[in-house]
């Protein structure tokens, strides 16, 4: 019995510490970016963080956008990305992929979140990141 106890405790305590974890992206700049044209806006440098908590939400700046769904995952030797399905806090669904690509030529573009509105599909926007730091606060 008391080892079924300690199990649970030990479980209970090792849920909360992952949906604890989160990381921290350091915005380099924010670039809109046009899909159908494959053409990219005027980069403007930002000083503002961008921390995903788990797959539970993410904060981009102020703004909050909670998971709704794990779209896709992919974790190779060069691109590690997860797309999600989120809502802010007015009930509009946004898509947003976490990635880094090593395979991308330029070092400051290997980092970004891209953030899309699902109902305004060729308005997207790229926010250029460091590699992010894990932290359990």
Request: hydrophobic letters at 40%; glycine letters at 4%; a negative charge.
């Amino acid at each position: 019995m008391k080892r079924k106890f300690y199990t649970l405790v030990l479980c209970l305590l090792l849920s909360v510490t992952v949906q604890a974890q989160r990381i921290v992206f350091e915005v380099i700049a924010k670039v809109p970016y046009d899909p159908r044209s494959q053409q990219y806006g005027k980069m403007e440098p930002r000083e503002m963080k961008i921390i995903k908590r788990g797959d539970d939400a993410i904060y981009i700046g102020a703004d909050r956008y909670d998971v709704v769904e794990v779209e896709e995952r992919k974790n190779d030797s060069d691109v590690q990305y997860v797309q999600y399905t989120a809502v802010d806090a007015a009930g509009a669904e946004w898509t947003i992929k976490v990635c880094h690509d090593g395979t991308i030529e330029h070092e400051v573009m290997r980092n970004y979140v891209l953030l899309f509105n699902n109902t305004q599909i060729y308005d997207w926007t790229y926010y250029f990141t460091d590699a992010g730091v894990l932290t359990d606060k």
